[in-house]
């Protein structure tokens, strides 16, 4: 169940987003946000950018707004920003979305601002709790797929968990999202099998040779001296080859590869599909691609338990460490230790599956209640 | 005690416990002496492995032996190198030729 917006997609969430559009500007934009509760994504730039640099702020800022769990948006610059709030607020509208903008030196100051800032922001959670949950078909539903905070169970019990989950829903109509590539040399072929077409095939060889020429032109480095590291190697796995057979587990086997989609691109259709991003490092680079990639949920494998969420996105933390579970249940959604403990990977699957659905129909998850709603820019060497 | 095997083709298992020199272990419905302490979560032998063969997870090759290691032995970093770049290369040419010939 969820809320159809103009566009036509499903949001699983009704969020009023704050945008800030200029660092000089967080502090109202976070303040509106602690006011009213809406969400916020504070940035650490905004002005002064190169050009490439200041494309993808623009990208990630209209694309977070676009996630269809989002109701409506508020602009909260300064006035005098690079940030085009005005373009970001025509490509907003044009969906149909409700957003509005606001400029501190245009109000007369900070408290001005953030007072006007939380009228429009309360009229919008007004519109929003007015809107009723209707029900829809899962081919509605777009999941993310992700891991990290590994360890020894991610790839042997999390991950197949996941991909039985996966293999699930695209046979009723969903989607699936797979990002992580700096975590695919060395299954490219198995992924390059799967795909729809010898073109779509073709494609996923040519980004995993990108990839690792990438590496050694922008570091000096092989991707293989960077990956696995060294937590990796003292958790038990060896070779990049051996963490990226653990990675492509969370899409199954069983559900052909549609292509790839690259940062702000939304799937075209139904099925499982490889975002294409290259940002390098935290967690959160692909937590945010996928928020930009209109993914309603990201269903995240963690061994050791990571609290991550997202500003538009909840975050459903599956662990396949029954430890882990019993420790840290506070941060955690779902168990998939019980791989481990005799349930069969099909019973698992189907579990996590139901407790996902419950998920989309509004029950909040852990990243929600512990008011994890971070999100970063995420950046590649084209932006 | 138990080491878990992903494939049947697989020469190595994942311990599921932190093992010690004299346990046996249980793989699937074999059992197997370990010959040296391995932290959980790490790889244990399960055969014989001569320096220069393919190591087997997954039902893949994950890197090549660099010494040999006999059965009941810890698999790391210090025996198994990491042969990727090979491997991709490898995988690259093959499915550009079949994708070529399909197309």
């Known amino acids: 169940m969820g809320y159809e917006r103009a566009d036509g997609s499903i949001g699983i969430r009704n969020y009023v987003l704050v945008l800030s559009m200029v660092n000089c500007s967080n502090t109202v934009a976070q303040q509106v946000a602690q006011n009213t509760g809406a969400n916020v994504i504070p940035i650490d730039c905004g002005c002064v950018e190169v050009a490439d640099h200041h494309s993808r702020t623009c990208l990630a800022?209209?694309?977070?707004?676009?996630?269809?769990?989002?109701?409506?948006?508020?602009?909260?610059?300064?006035?005098?920003?690079?940030?085009?709030?005005?373009?970001?607020?025509?490509?907003?509208?044009?969906?149909?979305?409700?957003?509005?903008?606001?400029?501190?030196?245009?109000?007369?100051?900070?408290?001005?601002?953030?007072?006007?800032?939380?009228?429009?922001?309360?009229?919008?959670?007004?519109?929003?709790?007015?809107?009723?949950?209707?029900?829809?078909?899962?081919?509605?539903?777009?999941?993310?797929?992700?891991?990290?905070?590994s360890d020894w169970t991610t790839a042997l019990s999390g991950n197949i968990t996941i991909g039985e989950m996966t293999d699930l829903i695209v046979e009723e109509g969903g989607s699936v999202i797979i990002s992580e590539v700096a975590g695919f040399p060395g299954?490219?072929?198995?992924?390059?099998?799967?795909?729809?077409?010898?073109?779509?095939?073709?494609?996923?060889?040519?980004?995993?040779?990108?990839?690792?020429?990438?590496?050694?032109?922008?570091?000096?480095?092989?991707?293989?001296?960077?990956?696995?590291?060294?937590?990796?190697?003292?958790?038990?796995i060896t070779t990049l080859v051996e963490k990226s057979m653990g990675n492509i587990k969370k899409i199954g086997t069983r559900s052909p590869i549609q292509g790839l989609i690259t940062a702000g691109?939304?799937?075209?259709?139904?099925?499982?599909?490889?975002?294409?991003?290259?940002?390098?490092?935290?967690?959160?680079?692909?937590?945010?691609?996928?928020?930009?990639?209109?993914?309603?949920?990201?269903v995240f494998s963690t061994g050791r338990g990571s609290p991550l969420g997202?500003?538009?996105?909840?975050?459903?933390?599956?662990?396949?460490?029954?430890?882990?579970?019993?420790?840290?249940?506070?941060?955690?959604?779902?168990?998939?230790?019980?791989?481990?403990?005799?349930?069969?990977?099909?019973?698992?699957?189907?579990?996590l599956l139901d407790e996902v659905i419950m998920a989309a129909n509004g029950k909040l998850t852990r990243s929600e209640e512990n008011g994890n709603f971070e999100f970063i820019i995420p950046r590649e060497s084209r932006g | 005690m138990k080491a878990l095997r992903c494939d049947c083709v697989d020469t190595v298992a994942v311990v599921a416990q932190p093992v010690s020199v004299g346990d046996v272990v249980e793989v699937g419905d074999s059992t197997l002496s370990v010959k040296e302490s391995i932290a959980l979560g790490h790889k244990i032998a399960l055969q014989d492995i001569a320096a220069g063969e393919l190591v087997y997870k997954y039902g893949v090759p994950i890197g090549r032996a660099s010494q040999n290691i006999e059965k009941g032995y810890w698999v790391h970093t210090h025996n198994l190198q990491d042969i990727t770049e090979q491997l991709c290369n490898q995988y690259a040419e093959e499915f550009r030729r079949k994708a070529g010939a399909l197309r």
């Open chain 1, 61 to 149: 800022l209209t694309a977070a707004a676009l996630n269809p769990n989002v109701y409506a948006v508020l602009l909260v610059g300064l006035g005098c920003e690079q940030t085009d709030h005005n373009k970001i607020m025509a490509d907003i509208a044009a969906t149909g979305k409700p957003v509005s903008y606001i400029g501190i030196q245009d109000c007369g100051g900070p408290k001005q601002a953030l007072a006007k800032g939380i009228e429009i922001v309360k009229t919008y959670q007004e519109e929003a709790a007015a809107q009723e949950r209707k029900e829809y078909p899962l081919s509605k539903l777009v999941l993310a797929v992700q891991c990290g905070g």
């Open chain 1, 187 to 236: 299954s490219e072929h198995i992924l390059a099998e799967r795909a729809v077409t010898p073109e779509v095939g073709l494609e996923i060889i040519q980004m995993c040779d990108e990839l690792r020429a990438e590496y050694v032109r922008d570091h000096g480095q092989s991707i293989e001296e960077v990956n696995p590291t060294p937590g990796n190697k003292a958790g038990g």
């Open chain 1, 265 to 298: 691109q939304h799937v075209p259709h139904p099925g499982v599909w490889i975002l294409d991003l290259r940002a390098p490092g935290i967690d959160g680079n692909a937590t945010s691609g996928f928020a930009m990639a209109g993914a309603n949920l990201n």
């Open chain 1, 310 to 351: 997202n500003a538009v996105m909840p975050v459903f933390k599956i662990t396949g460490n029954p430890k882990s579970y019993e420790e840290l249940s506070c941060m955690l959604d779902f168990n998939a230790g019980i791989v481990l403990r005799g349930a069969t990977v099909e019973e698992a699957g189907k579990a």
